[in-house]
């Protein structure tokens, strides 16, 4: 496996921090892989949008932060305008139709879901946002495996949020699915 | 067993100056605490930096001698830790009140089962006779010499503000009642809070024209009168003296251990 | 894979290491970046039995470690930059009454209140001098989780050996940052517990006379010997001297037991040193940014080494010297403005070569960043 390198941006409140401790933990805990997760804070947070790195490998990983992600997803247009620029060439760009207009070309595939919208659709609310995100970025990219994700789960999350965070989880899933969107290899 | 016996002779003969009240109250904490009967082993004494503050250092119990302002916070750390230890700690006014007054109102507030003891002679003695938050208006000091244009707090009513749940004041000419007071305070279940009005003839008596400490006793017994006495009423301006508060309240150790049995249950 | 596996932020390793080690008391005060220890132990404490309390502020908590360090528990505070700032009395406090404890530093921008957010590691010289007058003084670094669970342990362990506070100085990027932590088997990693008397009851105690090692076995408050600890110079029974001999005594005590077992005290890790031209000396998170380029650029035949620093203080010296040795230059890479590079200055053959790579400006330093300043060293521009 190469080095896996993903940025989640959003804003605050949108769980884009508890998503990439979940990505993180299920590959360093269930899948015998090498990850390191941080977050940014201050000036960020204080503008309102929220950055959470991942490295994933299965080598050794020593400088822990993100500087051009092969996957940077977006969940806010603020978050697309700041960091899109950033996006390692061949890699792969996530954003939700609902809160980003892509008002520029990256080099890099650049794939558009109604997220918001279809969590909002079967839950009435947004709360699992960012379970949805998971599931389709898992879904374009197999960086860890579903059930490696639901034993994470299973342990870390409240019961009472565990089930609607599983069918947020595969709600995402299947609009990579149902789009037809073939998974991917990284450049 | 005798006043001796609770005294390190080796460390003798003190260093406070004649006439000094803070013997006084060494004398009257130590009667207090052998007709407790409680074993020496069990007391620790923390004291922070100032004339008072030597007083740890002469008596043979577990003895901690910090920092200026600190011995309460060192003391919370004790308690907690053994809280089947006594805790006693005495303190000058500067001590307690000036740099020590963000641990006095806490320890009160937590109500952590420690006998303050508030040795207040209304002066800095150790460095040389600068005023303290004790002083009161119009006193005189080496850093007051156009005169101290400070109020004095109430530490009564400070410590009653904060929470402690035993309040009391009493001053070197009632040793009687000192004693007793002594003896309700190291016995309160809770945060208790003993100011001992006591006589600097070296600074304060010298600087403020107050006479030798025979001078000195004596206004304390004039300028002071039981609480809601006869005199009291007739001259308001008197400081009255005696138990102010004393109330069971949840106490700190023992409310924490509740938090042990609440965390090993979960 | 039967060990406990877990993946959690660096201040949490330190928590687990800190509980592994014994930690029974704990005295606190939130402040960023070094909160989350913290809330952790007041967690976990009360479930072992332990004692954890949030004080008025970082003083009290200081001074209750201390408390509680003479009741026979093993005690640690935790802290940044300004609460650092304002436990130095106290620490120094330990120092001269020799009570063990741990004293967290996790650093973030300074100075004042700089940048709460932000990595730095500003607080070298100040975990050495910070406190007033002549004294030594241990501190402790790691670059990952596994090795800052281990050296978590060691702080515990010097200072007990020692009775001396150990401070444990972390920064912002290994305390927020999340990896995998293996724990350890139970005595898997020794643990030094304190050294009691031997003395009985009724047998004159001198808490204040070292055993011919140095050590001084002692005995708790609230047990059979009663004794005088104090912040003055003080002799044999811990009682205020102004003695000449006695204060003579005493300073050369309090230094040579630490200055006198560096050897014993040096962590050191070594990376490719054999053959490099090129020496980068780091600790704590910056190590893992010059880690990187040297892995990078042995990958491209380049003869980059690293010696990553555990132990700052005392100053590894020895170590330093030795790696140093054949080295064409060497870059000592740290997020301040030379703290450690002086001292690297003060003992290689020749100081000329030694160069700092830093970035003072809230950033993490970048493996980016290490090679411009190399490239700029070895004249190759920027």
């Known amino acids: 496996m190469e080095r896996y390198r993903i940025v989640f941006s959003g804003s605050g409140g949108q769980g884009v921090i508890t998503a990439s401790i979940i990505l993180a933990e299920a590959a360093a805990i269930y899948e015998g892989l090498n990850a390191v997760q941080s977050q940014s804070y201050g000036a960020e947070a204080r503008g309102g949008s929220t950055r959470a790195d991942v490295i994933i490998s299965d080598r050794e990983i020593r400088f822990p932060k993100v500087n051009q992600p092969n996957i940077l997803v977006c969940l806010t247009q603020q978050a697309f305008n700041k960091f899109s620029g950033s996006i390692r060439p061949g890699g792969l760009l996530l954003t939700d139709s609902h809160f980003v207009q892509l008002e520029r070309k990256v080099d890099a595939r650049q794939v558009e879901l109604p997220m918001y919208q279809s969590v909002i659709k079967a839950m009435d609310k947004p709360t699992a946002l960012n379970m949805c995100m998971l599931g389709a970025m898992l879904s374009l990219v197999p960086l860890v495996k579903t059930e490696s994700i639901m034993k994470v789960l299973n342990e870390k999350t409240p019961a009472t949020f565990l089930g609607m965070n599983k069918d947020a989880f595969e709600i995402g899933r299947k609009l990579v699915v149902e789009a037809g969107i073939e998974p991917q290899e990284l450049a | ?266 | 894979m039967s060990k406990k596996t877990l993946f959690l932020q660096g201040n949490e390793a330190c928590v687990e290491g800190a509980l592994y080690a014994g930690l029974d008391f704990f005295a606190g005060y939130p402040i960023t970046p070094s909160t989350e220890i913290a809330e952790m132990l007041s967690m976990r404490l009360p479930k072992k039995g332990g004692k954890f309390i949030q004080m008025e502020d970082e003083i009290a908590s200081m001074c209750a470690i201390i408390g509680a360090s003479l009741t026979g528990h093993k005690s640690m505070t935790a802290t940044s930059g300004p609460g650092f700032s304002l436990k130095q009395e106290a620490i120094g406090y330990a120092v001269m009454a020799e009570v063990p404890c741990v004293v967290v530093d996790v650093q973030r921008g300074g100075p004042s209140t700089g940048m709460p957010t932000k990595v730095s590691q500003g607080d070298v010289m100040q975990t050495r001098w910070g406190t007033h007058g002549d004294h030594a003084i241990i501190t402790l670094t790691a670059s990952n989780h596994q090795d800052l669970f281990a050296i978590t342990v060691e702080a515990f362990n010097l200072s007990e050996t020692y009775r001396t506070p150990v401070i444990l100085l972390l920064d912002e990027v290994i305390a927020h940052m999340r990896e995998k932590l293996v724990i350890p088997e139970k005595g898997e990693i020794p643990l030094v517990e304190r050294l009691w008397t031997s003395v009985k009851e009724g047998t004159d105690y001198h808490p204040y006379l070292p055993r011919e090692d140095g050590r001084l076995p002692m005995s708790d408050f609230g047990g059979v010997h009663r004794y005088n600890v104090t912040g003055l110079v003080h002799d044999m029974w811990g009682f205020p001297s102004e003695d000449p001999r006695i204060a003579y005594g005493l300073m050369r005590h309090l230094v040579d037991k630490i200055e006198g077992h560096v050897k014993e005290m040096t962590h050191v890790k070594e990376y490719y040193l054999d053959d490099a031209d090129v020496v980068l000396i780091s600790y704590g998170s910056s190590a893992r940014s010059a880690l990187h380029l040297v892995e990078n650029r042995r990958a491209r035949g380049e003869r980059l080494g690293l010696l990553e620093l555990q132990t700052l203080w005392p100053f590894p010296a020895e170590a330093v010297r030795k790696s140093c040795e054949r080295a064409e230059y060497v870059i000592v890479v740290e997020m301040n403005m030379g703290q450690v590079t002086e001292e690297v200055r003060k003992v290689v053959h020749d100081h000329e070569t030694v160069f700092l790579a830093n970035r003072i400006d809230g950033t993490f330093i970048s493996p980016t960043d290490i090679r411009n300043i190399l490239r700029v060293v070895q004249g190759k521009g920027v």
């Open chain 2, 1 to 266: 067993m005798s006043v001796r016996e609770y005294l390190r002779e080796r460390f003798m003969p003190h260093l406070w100056c004649p006439g000094c009240g803070h013997g006084i109250i060494m004398n009257n904490l130590i009667r207090a605490i052998e007709s407790l009967g409680i074993k020496k082993n069990d007391i620790v004494m923390v004291t922070g930096i100032g004339c008072s503050s030597r007083i740890s250092g002469y008596l043979d119990f577990h003895t901690l001698h910090t920092l200026h302002g600190r011995a309460l916070a060192f003391a919370t750390g004790v308690k907690l830790a053994r809280p089947e230890l006594k805790i006693i700690v005495p303190m000058g006014d500067g001590d307690a009140i000036a740099i020590g007054g963000n641990h006095f109102i806490h320890a009160a507030r937590r109500n952590i089962d420690i006998t303050a003891i508030i040795m207040n002679n209304r002066v800095y003695g150790m460095t040389g006779g600068q005023f303290s938050p004790l002083s009161g208006y119009g006193t005189l000091a080496t850093t007051a010499p156009y005169g101290n244009i400070y109020e004095a707090f109430d530490t009564v009513e400070l410590a009653r503000g904060a929470g402690a749940s035993f309040v009391a004041r009493t001053t070197t000419y009632h040793v009687r009642s000192m004693k007793e007071i002594i003896e309700k305070a190291i016995m309160h279940k809770g945060f208790s809070v003993v100011e001992i009005l006591s006589q600097c003839p070296t600074y304060f008596g010298r600087k403020n024209k107050r006479g030798d400490a025979v001078e000195m006793l004596k206004y304390l017994k004039e300028s002071t009168a039981p609480i809601g006495s006869e005199r009291k009423r007739k001259n308001p301006a008197l400081i009255e003296r005696g138990i102010f508060v004393e109330e069971d309240r949840p106490e700190y150790c023992a409310e924490y251990e509740k938090i042990v049995e609440k965390a090993q249950k979960g």
